[in-house]
Structures are given as structure tokens and as C-alpha cells.
């Protein structure tokens, strides 16, 4: 029992020190910067331990990894909570999040926002003629919800803004849908505080301007995303017991992904799936660390 003790010892020393060295850019295959153009940024390899190889649907592979036995356990918060499927961009976050969705039995519910732009000062003349309304159906933008929400009762969502902080209601609170009604949206919130508490949701107006938006979209829908899978960024701060990471497109930001492979509290519990350009599963990736923070 000691020697292996000492054996779990060394191994949770090796993969903090692992993930100190990504964290500060000193890990990467022969010493050597990804670019001469890009000093900050280098290719590391990750431990073949921790990386999860498929010839065939890598998101069934990663979800299947992930969650295990997940249609017996999709509406258990306690499984749920602790499980994650990060991804580096939104729209692999959606692939993955209605992969899962479609495969829970229950009946589907969709709500549709409502969407128009601004009639604050700045605005654009005729704006409503330039920019109709199935046009702004398309856009999205961070911590934004979709024009489309497709639920169904036992999936885990996440808020996107401040309801009521008193009731736990926070951005960045998880819950489990309980139930849905045409004009609310009933839950049980799973993490940070009031776990077990059943809370209900309201569409609200939320109002959000996109770097290459000319105007001031207002989309009015309920303020959640489905959150079995999320960005990296998004999960920042959050501990957890199982992590899939998928780069099918590599980290593009600062400590991107020091903050993926972090949020799991034991090396069994991270597996890293990367996709290369041609379709076939990797082990190096993109890593990227500014020198000067």
C-alpha cells in the first residue's frame, strides 16, 4: 500500500509539474518556438496517457469517454456536474452539445428569440430595410443565446447572465431542465450555490454589439446554453472530475490551454483528443504562452 501510495504520489507530481510547464511556456518539443515569426507560441507533446486515438466519430469517441454510460445517467446532477467537454470555439461547442442532446429519448422542445436592432441614438438610418429580421436570426456572439434554443427536460444548461443572485441565479450557473413551459423554463440549479434548489427561468432582453456590427442587436430569448460541452474560456474556474478536450482547431489565445487541462482535479479524469488537418487523431498541439504577463 505505501509503494503504490508513493507511485499515485509521484504521478500527481508529474502531471502538476506537466501542466506548471505548460502553463508557463517552457514545455515544447526540442526546445524549439513554433515560428521564428511567433516567439510565444510553441508545439508541445501531449503524454501518450492522456490522449484518446479514433479512426472513426471523434465527438461519439469523446462523448463516449466522457460520459460514460450516459443514458442511464444523463438526468443525475452528480454525474452531470462533474463532467465536460471543452472545445476552443463556439460552433465545435454546438456540434458537440446537439450531438448529446439528440441523444436523449425525451421530446424536444424549440424556442425561437426575438430579434431586432437598437433604436438608441447611434443607430444606423434604415437599419431595419439593410438588416432584416432572418438576417439577425443568423448572428451570434459571445455569452450571447442562440436564436434557436433546441431543450429537452434532463439537459444541463448554463447561465449567461445575473437573474437573481439571492436564488443562486448567477452567469455561469449550471442546472438540469425539470421542466418546459411555453413562456418559462423550469430547473435545479447543480453547482456554486442553492444546489437542489428549483428556480425558474424567464426569456429577458439582452443586448450585445459585435466587432463587425454596425448596430445594436436586441435578441430577447431565455438567457441559457446547453453546456455539456463549452469553450475553454467559458470553464475558467470551474474544478471537475472528468474532462474531454477536443482541439480539433488548436488553442489561439494566452494560457488557453493551461486553462483546459487545469480544471481536472486528477490525471484519470483528462483525455485530449486532437484532431490534425487530415482527419487522423495527433499528439502535438499548439500552445501559447505571452512572455511579457
Known amino acids: 500500500?505505501?509503494?503504490?501510495?508513493?507511485?499515485?504520489?509521484?504521478?500527481?507530481?508529474?502531471?502538476?509539474?506537466?501542466?506548471?510547464?505548460?502553463?508557463?511556456?517552457?514545455?515544447?518539443?526540442?526546445?524549439?518556438?513554433?515560428?521564428?515569426?511567433?516567439?510565444?507560441?510553441?508545439?508541445?507533446?501531449?503524454?501518450?496517457?492522456?490522449?484518446?486515438?479514433?479512426?472513426?466519430?471523434?465527438?461519439?469517441?469523446?462523448?463516449?469517454?466522457?460520459?460514460?454510460?450516459f443514458l442511464n445517467n444523463y438526468s443525475n446532477p452528480e454525474y452531470i456536474k462533474n463532467r465536460v467537454i471543452l472545445a476552443t470555439t463556439n460552433d465545435i461547442v454546438e456540434?458537440?452539445?446537439?450531438?448529446?442532446?439528440?441523444?436523449?429519448?425525451?421530446?424536444?422542445?424549440?424556442?425561437?428569440?426575438?430579434?431586432?436592432?437598437?433604436?438608441?441614438?447611434?443607430?444606423?438610418?434604415?437599419?431595419?430595410?439593410?438588416?432584416?429580421t432572418e438576417y439577425l436570426n443568423t448572428l451570434n456572439a459571445n455569452n450571447f443565446p442562440a436564436h434557436r434554443l433546441k431543450l429537452k427536460i434532463g439537459i444541463p444548461i448554463m447561465l449567461l447572465r445575473n437573474l437573481n443572485q439571492s436564488l443562486g441565479l448567477c452567469n455561469g450557473t449550471r442546472l438540469i431542465i425539470t421542466n418546459l413551459a411555453d413562456y418559462i423554463i423550469e430547473a435545479v440549479i447543480i453547482t456554486v450555490t442553492h444546489i437542489g434548489d428549483k428556480v425558474h427561468i424567464p426569456r429577458i432582453n439582452l443586448t450585445t454589439k459585435g466587432s463587425h456590427w454596425p448596430f445594436v442587436l436586441c435578441r430577447r430569448q431565455f438567457p441559457i446554453k446547453i453546456c455539456y460541452s463549452m469553450t475553454i474560456n467559458k470553464n475558467q474556474g470551474q474544478t471537475l472530475t472528468n474532462v474531454g478536450l477536443y482541439l480539433k482547431k488548436p488553442v489561439f489565445s494566452h494560457g488557453?490551454?493551461?486553462?483546459?487541462?487545469?480544471?481536472?482535479?486528477?490525471?484519470?479524469?483528462?483525455?485530449?483528443?486532437?484532431?490534425?488537418?487530415?482527419?487522423?487523431?495527433?499528439?502535438?498541439?499548439?500552445?501559447?504562452?505571452?512572455?511579457?504577463i
Open 1 to 69: 500500500k505505501i509503494k503504490s501510495s508513493s507511485l499515485e504520489y509521484k504521478e500527481l507530481s508529474d502531471f502538476n509539474d506537466w501542466i506548471l510547464r505548460i502553463g508557463n511556456g517552457s514545455e515544447k518539443i526540442n526546445n524549439i518556438s513554433e515560428t521564428k515569426e511567433d516567439p510565444d507560441s510553441n508545439i508541445v507533446e501531449i503524454p501518450q496517457d492522456l490522449l484518446l486515438y479514433t479512426t472513426g466519430n471523434k465527438i461519439k469517441a469523446l462523448v463516449d469517454s466522457t460520459y460514460p454510460d
Open 256 to 292: 488557453q490551454l493551461y486553462v483546459a487541462i487545469s480544471r481536472v482535479n486528477n490525471k484519470k479524469g483528462l483525455e485530449i483528443l486532437i484532431e490534425n488537418n487530415d482527419g487522423s487523431c495527433g499528439n502535438t498541439t499548439t500552445n501559447i504562452v505571452f512572455r511579457e
Open 95 to 132: 456540434e458537440i452539445n446537439n450531438y448529446m442532446v439528440d441523444l436523449i429519448p425525451n421530446s424536444e422542445k424549440e424556442y425561437f428569440s426575438a430579434d431586432s436592432i437598437s433604436k438608441c441614438m447611434d443607430a444606423i438610418n434604415d437599419a431595419h430595410i439593410l438588416y432584416p
